[in-house]
């Protein structure tokens, strides 16, 4: 089924390529990050995407002019999710803070 259909529709194949090539640019990148700074620097940074992703979303959502794309503010499902993303901001800078006083 799946040759089927990337036979019979070309925008899967060039998906399927485009998404080999980010995932390939995205470890390449990882592992540049890893040998500059460390492990933990660079897996801090991965949270950060995520909440970069939250953020964006919810522009999109009240900034755009179609609230088909991004994602609402909810209550108090929002509030969970920022008061989670502050634990971690809040556990990342203590983190960082004792390293350096070591």
Known sequence: LTAKMMTDD??????MVGL???FLITGIFNIKATEVTSAMTRNVWKNFRTIL??????????????KQYGEPWLMP???YTLLGFIVM??????????????
């Open 77 to 79: 499902e929002s509030f």
């Open 89 to 102: 901001f809040v556990g990342i800078t203590v983190y960082y803070w004792f390293k350096t006083k070591e």
């Open 20 to 22: 080999t090539i980010l």
């Open 10 to 15: 070309h925008d899967i194949i060039l998906y």
């Open 53 to 66: 992703v939250w953020v964006v979303s919810l522009l999109l959502y009240y900034l755009g002019n179609n």
